[in-house]
């Protein structure tokens, strides 16, 4: 073994020994005379202050004016202030920190220790160590930016961070404070942290406390409830650090307030909820389309009408119950609203279950988003079936309707063809059946001379035959100029009981021919009304004259008139035949004749009551029947005072 020789301590010179320490120093050391002129200076000092001890010796001056002359302000630094005058003055040792120039005029920091050198109670000056601490400086002011960067970060930052130490809060941001409903961070330090946590999450957070405790790592996300200060609760999300406070195991909790998203949450999932519960009670069938078109969702309904299980519809399946003779535009019609994104609006039949098509009007409009894009497609079905054919129904009926609405148009120019050809007809006929008349009544009258006792007999029904005709003509003008409206009332106060009179006189023979017995008793001699004398007549002579006619021989006819309703009213009753009820109302219509043992023997046009009836309803007044086959009839005429 060999063993390394060092020198004893007493073999070095002692000077040399004190100025290699020195000159090795790495701290800057000075020795001053009382007079503060440097009288040595190792080379750490020289370095630090940028001069040799030869040149401070050449600039004679006291050190304070060459190191010390100016402060970093700008203004003078009077040796009265030095911290080496005052060591040197005042026997106090100084030790603090300084800021030194540079001969380029520079700056620098220092930390500076300054006592004076006695001996034997005389001063012999003082000695001076300095070290430069510009870096020392720098990685403080570093320290302290990055402090103070990180104190405001964790301050001003949203979410709520926090340490919490031994089960307790040491520290909480504004943030955290304010989240948990305290005016400041103080009311909260120092409190349990179990009281801030819901205790559904207690467990929950003592097993991650000992986890972090044991693996020293950070925790991943967790949800979480707290309690407010007011009680609140709040739903956080919560991250948590392995940190350390005043050497102890600490706990770092940066948390994120996620009430407002958890509540969002809750609505959208309460709405689409509500959405589906619509979905499903709707009568329609829904669906919704990705994008592409095809189908993603699908209501009950689909199945209940398809008897298809949902699976077998989705994406493109629904194309299996479409009727193929839609199917090819259900298709391109679809795809078209996919790529332009254009509505989707189509009436096709689908088959049910039991394979009855039926009619749907099927509608999809697209939903986007904000940058326009499509993201869903919301269609639905209807079952129009019904509502198509009942429109179809509708639509043929329209079509029956406007066929009949024609036909009526066209029966009523037959109508007023054939009102107009009745009235050209019957004026060109009077007038011959006239002359027929005239001729007739004159050989009948011996004017055109004497004529044969057997042709007597063929003359007077030649003369019967004529005045059947031309009573025809006159009813069936009288009636074509009522149907054309041309009839105008020339009312005046007339007697109506002096007409009567005046019917049953002239129309006396034909009854005494029939051995009718007329009885026209009135109690008071006359009666007034406002009437067409002359068409009253005639209406009067009509209903006189079907008593007669439909009454058979020997019988009576009686005619009464008196005050009634507000007005006159005339009976004409007689022992006929009657008219059967449900004949009553066709015997006003135009040549209706109901048949009755006398109708053939007697006669007529149909047209009497017909016109009749218009001329009393001109006055205002009404025609009633009462009747009863066999037994007779009673024809009540009413006319308005
Ligand atoms: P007509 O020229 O045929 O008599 P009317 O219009 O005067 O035409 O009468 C219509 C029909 O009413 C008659 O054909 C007849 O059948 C019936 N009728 C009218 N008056 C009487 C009556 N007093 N008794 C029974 N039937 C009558």
């Known amino acids: 073994m060999h063993s390394l020789s060092v020198p004893e301590p007493h073999l070095f010179d002692q000077d040399r020994l004190m100025h290699a320490v020195m000159d090795n120093a790495s701290n800057g050391l000075i ?48 040796i009265e202030d030095c911290p080496n005058y005052i060591a040197l003055r005042q026997n106090k040792r100084y030790q603090g920190e300084d800021i030194f120039v540079r001969p380029d005029g520079t700056f620098y920091p220092v930390s500076l220790s300054a006592t004076r050198i006695m001996e034997d109670g005389q001063l012999l000056g003082t000695v001076v160590e300095i070290r430069d601490i510009t870096e020392e400086k720098r990685s403080q002011q570093a320290l302290i930016e990055s402090e103070e960067r990180y104190r405001r970060l964790v301050n001003l930052s949203p979410d709520a961070i926090a340490v919490h130490a031994g089960g307790k809060l040491v520290f909480i941001n504004e943030a955290g404070a304010r989240l948990m409903g305290a005016s400041s961070a103080d009311e909260l330090i120092g409190q349990p942290l179990m009281q801030f946590v819901h205790p559904d999450y207690r467990e929950l957070v003592i097993e991650r406390i000992k986890k972090i405790s044991v693996t020293n790592k950070p925790t991943e996300m967790v949800e979480e409830k707290f309690v407010r200060l007011d009680g609140g609760i709040i739903d956080m999300e919560v991250i948590s650090i392995p940190s350390s406070d005043k050497g102890a195991f600490a706990i770092q909790v940066v948390a994120r307030d996620i009430t407002a998203r958890k509540q969002a949450e809750a609505a959208i999932k309460e709405s689409e909820e509500r959405l589906r519960f619509m979905a499903e009670s709707m009568p329609q069938k829904v669906f ?107 639509h043929r009926l329209e079509l029956q309707n406007s066929h009949l609405a024609e036909q009526r148009k066209q029966l009523i120019t037959l109508g007023k063809a054939k009102d107009e050809f009745i009235s050209l007809a019957s004026h060109q006929l009077r007038t011959p059946a006239t002359g027929v008349k005239q001729y007739l009544g004159m050989v009948l009258e011996g004017i055109a001379g004497d004529t044969a006792e057997q042709q007597l007999p063929y003359l007077k029904q030649a003369y019967e035959s004529n005045e059947r005709q031309i009573k025809i003509i006159n009813d069936l003008l009288r009636v074509a100029s009522i149907d054309a409206g041309k009839v105008i009332l020339h009312k005046q106060r007339a007697d109506l009981v002096a007409l009567i009179k005046g019917i049953i006189a002239e ?135």
Request: charged share 25%.
């Open 288 to 394: 919704t389309a990705k994008p592409d078109g095809s189908v993603d969702y699908l209501n009950p309904q689909w199945f209940d009408y398809t008897g298809l299980p949902l699976t077998d519809i989705q994406d493109w399946g629904w194309k299996t119950f479409i009727h193929p003779d839609d199917l090819e535009e259900n298709i391109a019609r679809w795809k078209h609203s996919i790529d332009t994104g254009e509505p989707f609006n189509f009436e096709n039949r689908f088959r049910r279950h039991d394979g009855e098509y039926r009619w749907h009007i099927s509608r999809a409009h697209a939903m986007h988003d904000n940058q326009g894009n499509i993201i869903k497609w919301f269609g639905s079905n209807t079952d129009i079936h019904d509502l198509k054919l009942g429109m179809q129904r509708e």
């Open 507 to 641: 129309q006396a023979s034909k009854f005494s021919e029939r051995q009718q017995k007329v009885l026209f008793e009135p109690t008071p001699r006359t009666i007034f009304a406002v009437v067409d004398a002359g068409n009253m007549r005639m209406v009067l002579e009509n209903i006189i004259d079907n008593a007669s006619k439909y009454t058979p021989t020997g019988k009576a006819i009686e005619v009464t008139i008196g005050k009634a309703k507000g007005g006159v009213c005339i009976r004409v009753k007689d022992e006929g035949v009657g008219i059967a009820q449900e004949d009553i109302e066709k015997v006003f219509q135009k040549f209706t004749r109901v048949d009755n043992p006398l109708s053939v023997q007697v006669g007529g046009s149909g047209l009497g009551l017909y016109w009749a009836e218009k001329i009393i309803r001109l006055h205002g007044g009404t025609i009633e029947i009462d009747s009863e086959e066999g037994v007779g009839s009673t024809f009540s005429v009413h006319i308005p005072a």
């Open 31 to 78: 020795i001053m005379n009382p007079y503060s002129r440097c009288v040595y200076m190792n080379p750490a000092a020289g370095q630090i202050i940028g001069l040799t001890l030869d040149e401070v010796k050449t600039l004679d001056k006291p050190l304070h004016d060459i190191v010390h002359h100016t402060t970093p302000e700008g203004g003078p630094y009077p």
